[in-house]
């Protein structure tokens, strides 16, 4: 099993709606998640971190996190072609690292 | 947050070479990161370079392979030795930013695309 687990994708959607990216993890001690966004031949840029249970809103973004579940999620409202990426889930398993998922690859159509 | 210089952004190798990869950081950070993403995969920790000391690699990783140097607190290399095709990759090099927490999450830099021919 993989340590941090998203689905591929491509995950299309039209423009305005509601974009869900879903993460699963395979470490219980992990302390803190990371959703980064990746635009074609760019690095990775930080969109959101979460370490406690629940919601955290940031924007049109908003991160959900289920410890007992070990499940990660990254929803964006109002999506727009510009968001059009691949979304990367990142866990701290501890010992300050992280270890990313493969990658979710989003496609926002006008 | 702290920038990342990262050069080259992109080189082409005969096998058997090697090619040496610089950050720069524009502010003082205790630990820098090394990363490669293979075609359509993820990214992979390579080793983490702390200044001073011996950077500290990861399983499937040497130093013989990928030697690394840290000599002071804005700056790092990676070398990435003996060039096979299968070390084409991107190479990204990261870090914490300074005076937040590891909660914060890293930055890139730019990445370094390696074509090995």
């Known amino acids: 099993q993989k340590e941090v687990e998203q689905n591929s994708g491509p995950l299309s959607v039209p423009e305005g709606a509601i974009a869900s990216l879903n993460c699963t993890y395979s470490?219980?001690?992990?302390?803190?998640f990371f959703w980064y966004r990746q635009y074609s031949g760019k690095s990775p840029e930080l969109i959101m971190f979460?370490?406690?249970?629940g919601d955290k809103e940031d924007g049109r973004f908003t991160a959900q996190l289920n410890k007992a579940s070990q499940y990660v999620s990254l929803l964006i409202r109002d999506s727009q072609p510009s968001d059009s990426a691949t979304y990367l889930c990142a866990v701290n398993p501890g010992f300050q690292k992280l270890v990313f998922g493969t990658g979710t690859r989003l496609l926002v159509s006008p | 947050s702290a920038v990342i210089s990262q050069k080259p952004s992109r080189d082409i190798c005969q096998r058997g070479t090697s090619l040496t990869i610089q950050c720069q950081v524009d502010?003082?950070?205790?630990?820098m990161f090394w990363y490669r993403q293979q075609p359509g995969q993820s990214l992979t920790l390579i080793a983490t370079?702390?200044?001073?000391?011996?950077?500290?690699?990861e399983s499937g990783f040497v130093i013989d392979k990928f030697p690394i140097s840290r000599p002071n607190l804005t700056f790092s290399t990676l070398t990435v030795s003996n060039l096979s095709p299968e070390d084409s990759s991107i190479y990204l090099c990261?870090?914490?930013?300074?005076?937040?927490?590891?909660?914060?999450?890293?930055?890139f830099g730019s990445g370094t695309r390696l074509t090995v021919v």
């Open positions: 470490d219980r001690g992990s302390q803190s």
């Open positions: 502010s003082q950070v205790t630990m």
């Open positions: 979460i370490y406690s249970n």
């Open positions: 990261s870090t914490l930013p300074p005076g937040q927490g590891f909660n914060y999450g890293y930055t």
């Open positions: 370079a702390n200044q001073g000391s011996e950077a500290t690699y």
